[in-house]
């Protein structure tokens, strides 16, 4: 097979150029030697070794590096670098190939520059799994991964999400902290739960502007009421929510009237105080726990697991 000739950079073309970057499907990127030392301790070394002379200023005589990164790659690389350029929108995918390349060539500068990307709501709300994977993967911060793993409460779990193919940044997600996720997740849901039951059976079920504080809910007050405080079809209720929380933490899995038509029906014939009350106290409750929902969660702190000494 005949050797590829390789194409030109339209953007990177400086004829000032004192350094060519050949990607990895052949393009040339004519880049200055100064710029990307300031911006790379490993680029800094580089520049360092002794070149061969050349007085010519064509920067088709200057000297070329081979890189393992494809021209899609470099370019964003480069308008990241570059303090004139900016690039063009790119992908989560296209970042997190940037992000590796700019890990491996130690550019804080750039690296800096994704982190602020990937805590925009198009890739850490749109995709917090992936986001929570690269920033653990390149410890971007406590910040954006407790913020990832917040957004991704609102989620399927992600063998649900990807049932046959998983995206690439899971690859590099450890199994330690992809525990600590699903940790934080059944913690949310525990606090979830407890906030439910707690608003249940105490007068915040209903809010003070709907109903006099001294009222509690029927639940509660009927004779029907469990001993555990709650009779069983609103613990029936509460539970079936808690099941739907699991798939998704979000107002819609609290505030579902189908939920609460399929309770009203779970109340036993024989009791009329609770098919009087239930539906208009349901439906308070699910305005007050609502309410709670974002509060609960936030109080929940995400922490990284820690592997066990022995
Ligand atoms: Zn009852």
Known sequence: MADTIPTKSDIFCSPTADLVLRSADDVDFCVHKLILATSSPFFDDMSRLPQPATASADPSAAPVATMAETSRTLDILLHLVYPDK??????????GRVLKAADKYDMDGVVGQLRQLLGLPMYVQAEPYRVFALACQYDLGDELIKRAAKNTLQCQLPHLTYPLTAPPELVDLSALQYHSLLTYRDRCLSALATMLYDT???????PPSQAPISIQPIWVTCSCAAVSGVTDWFRYYVENTLASLRSGITVEAIRSVARVECTLTKIPPRCKLCATDGARDLLRFIDAAAAKMEETVVRVEFSSMKVEQI
């Not at 249940?200 to 209903?206: D, F, V, Y």
């Open 86 to 95: 900016h690039p063009a929108p790119f992908s989560l995918l296209e970042l």
């Open 200 to 206: 249940a059976r105490n007068k915040g079920a209903l």
